[in-house]
């Protein structure tokens, strides 16, 4: 699809979401992603602007749900940016 993706993993390592809630997210249309087949094996792919958007600790619909946001950082704190 595109270089703005990346593998469920790695999308709830960068955003601090347990790899299911990313999964609800991704069949409830709140972020984008797709299935990736590679022989036997599907894994989802997130796309990194929506997950972005979503956690983003200003404008971000996370700040909406209820609980604690310690997880999330501003954008000049993260290491891979």
Request: a negative charge.
């Given at each position: 699809?595109?270089?703005?993706?990346?593998p469920l993993?790695?999308?709830?390592?960068?955003?601090?979401?347990?790899?299911?809630?990313?999964?609800?997210?991704?069949?409830?249309?709140?972020?984008?992603?797709?299935?990736?087949?590679?022989?036997?094996?599907?894994?989802?792919?997130?796309?990194?602007?929506?997950?972005?958007?979503?956690?983003?600790?200003?404008?971000?619909?996370?700040?909406?749900?209820?609980?604690?946001?310690?997880?999330l950082t501003?954008?000049?704190?993260?290491?891979?940016?």
């Amino acid at each position: 699809m595109g270089s703005d993706y990346i593998p469920l993993d790695e999308a709830a390592r960068r955003s601090g979401l347990h790899p299911n809630t990313l999964r609800r997210l991704l069949r409830q249309g709140e972020i984008f992603g797709y299935k990736e087949t590679e022989g036997r094996v599907t894994r989802w792919m997130v796309s990194v602007s929506s997950l972005e958007q979503y956690t983003d600790p200003i404008y971000g619909f996370l700040l909406e749900l209820p609980g604690p946001k310690i997880f999330l950082t501003r954008r000049d704190e993260r290491e891979d940016d």
